[in-house]
């Protein structure tokens, strides 16, 4: 829209009117201009542009040749700027640009009836005349507006009477802006407007217009795809997209379904079932209006792509209508969604006192989402020798395009301090015994709102036997100056005394030392890291090791790992092969790092992008988890089960293929009286979240035909701890079901990095397993000091990752579970397999992992994946 707006202008500036400088220059050098030079050449034979410069040569052709000329030239001059104007003056001053807005009109005068909305009944059309002829009356009431209107149609009303509309505009260009502020403003051009007596009763008492995106007009106007529904009370009402779930919705679609309640009622929309094309594969969506304009000042939300039934998709209208958008292009067709509605009495208060020494409240429909246009307040009291707390437990005010420090549409407001967006939990402290929370949701973009509790305590000690947070929040004493941010703001960390085992950073936190020199800014200003740099001329090896500068990127190993070689530039360059250089399958070797199914061709024969159908996740989720460590369904789609027949869960793996899957070779040692190694005796469990569900119709159960263990296994080291597994018969692909990528030997987890364990294994040493699939991030951790951690038991086939303050892990249960890796495009990688540990999450004993990428050569071979 906007481009379409400033282009003619763009160019009118440089045809017509070139201000000084760089539009001088693009003037002269410009068409116009060298054309008719070119021309005069060819006409007056003999005629040089360089003599009109040569004061000598002039003189000697006399003055009369030298009036023509000039003549000539400032004619042609003339006529180059009058065909200019002329062009720029039909063709782009004149040029119309289409301008629609829509809205809604409030009306006094008459009453609602039922026949109002459905739009074939003659009550219908005779309102809707009239609307229309007053409405246009506004339009010629503003010479900004009335002469370009084209064309108004009224597409329903409700309750109150509002009623609904759409214009279409044909404008000059240069006065598109002039429109749009006139439509802005054409409340105020009602206002003005003494109604003429066409229709003495009736009157706008308000008119709101807004810029409309054309998808929304289309379905409008598209009536194949139209749908009006009332509720009845006290029964939910179901609808769906054509066709489903039998076959997908139609492509260049726009349909819309027009929801009411009663008058003085609310709607509640949900959809249990939701799968469209996912949003970056394409441009289907479905939007939700709280309005019967389909306008974004009144957008609840935009939904694309697919929602496990878990997720939350409760929507809850203001009034008593709400518009359902579909709006889909030629490609891409998913099934749909399924979706149902029912009335409401209106929500009469919102907020409210709340006393006694602790409670809970939330956001109105929580954990639906809240309604647009919404005002709560909570006060809250507690005894008078007390002080409150809040805690928020769970917070999504998410806005597209707001930013948290911003907060200018919906917010939670507490002491005069706005909080929006997502946030993890927090506690607001109050110095009283009162405190005020007020809730503010505005007219467009909903969310599932907030969860919390207050709480009284004692001002003298907030947190009894605790350490209390600047912000509030208590956490375990011994948690207060370990080196580690406990608290959100890490005011447990400030003013410490670092105890030997620490250093200090420059900023003044203490750190655990053997985090000096690992490669990763810990102290958050580098400190930690700068002892240890190289000379200024020198390049640091991923090794430690110094080497002259200029040998970095020559194509030679100079650092004996590789890393001098390797983010050379982002763009691959054929290079020499090395033992670090990625091989295409044509033999020839790219300098770039990890360049598997990012989404470039590096290799000349497209090689490194081949067989990239894995590592994706198409269940939308709240991408914004963390804290909870539970995996939402869908999450981790390559997770497999392992069971024994007698004993259940056993172990874990990752699906490769349809297949295969890899999981660790110490899973198939037998142990006496059981067999392990005897693939009969195994099932695995594909597409599962819930242990305790395995019925569940996403999850595809399989027997195992084979069980391939690394041959270098050994079982007192647990060196080459790898096995791969086939299926008796192939899996089905499903949003639940995807293989995750296999990394190449080259590729790169470098040290500090975050990865992901998943596993129904223990939930703590010695504990049980769990019921639904944990979720675990972690770093990894340089090589180096691993094998002093763990006692030198590191082999290169070996990787420790984990949180070194302890309490995060993997554990019994968890074994030959995947430890994934996000990388670009968020395509996950098969970094490692659960393997072994020194017992389960304790501080300074990371858990140790298969280093897949060591041994993809031999997966490839036994499974040709
Ligand atoms: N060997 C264990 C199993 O069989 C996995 C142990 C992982 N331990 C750890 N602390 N990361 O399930």
Redesign the pocket.
Known sequence: MKDYRLHPQERKMNIYSPPPGAQATDFESGLYYSGKAQDMNGLEEGVQFLPVMNAKKLEKRGPKRWVVVVAVISACLLVSLLVGFLVWHFKYRNASIQRLYNGHLRLTGTRFIDAFENSNSPEFAALSSKVKEMLIDIYKNDKNVGPFHKETEITGFSEGIIAYYWSEFSVPGYKANNLDKAMANIGAVNQAVTQKSRNPELRVESVVAFPSDPEAIKASRDNSCRYALHAKAGEVTRFTTPGFPNSPYPSNANCLWVLRADADSIISLTFTTFDVEPCNAGNDFVKVYDSLSPGEPHELVKLCGSYDPSYNLTFVSSKNVMLVMLSTDAVGRHPGFKAEFFQMPKLKICGGVLRGTSGVFTTPYYPGHYPAVMNCTWRIEVPKEKNVKVRFNDFYLVEPGVTVDRCTKDYVEINKEKYCGWREKFVVKSSMNTITVNFHSDRSHVDTGFSAEFLSFDSTDPCPGRFTCSTGRCIEKKLHCDGWFDCPDGSDERNCTCTEKQFRCNNGWCKPKFWLCDGVNDCGDNSDELQCLCPETQFKCNNGKCIPGVQKCNGKDDCGDGSDERKCNNTAKTVHCQQYTYKCRNGLCVSKTNPECDGTADCSDNSDEDNCNCGRRFLSKKSRIVGGLNSEVGEWPWQVSLHVSSRGHT?GASLISEKWLVSAG??FQDENPIRYSDAKIWTAYMGLHDQSDRSNKNVQQRGIKQIIRHPSFNDFTFDYDLAVLELDSPVTLTNYIQPICLPDITHEFPAGKYLWVTGW?ATQEAGTGATILQKAEIRMINQTMCNSLLTNAMSERMMCVGILTGGI???????GGPLASIEDNDRMFLAGV????D??ARRNKP??YTRVSQLRDWIKQKTGV
């Open positions: 172990c110490h899973c294994g892990d993997a554990c019994q249960g968890d074994s659960v393997s072994w540990g017992g389960c858990g140790v």
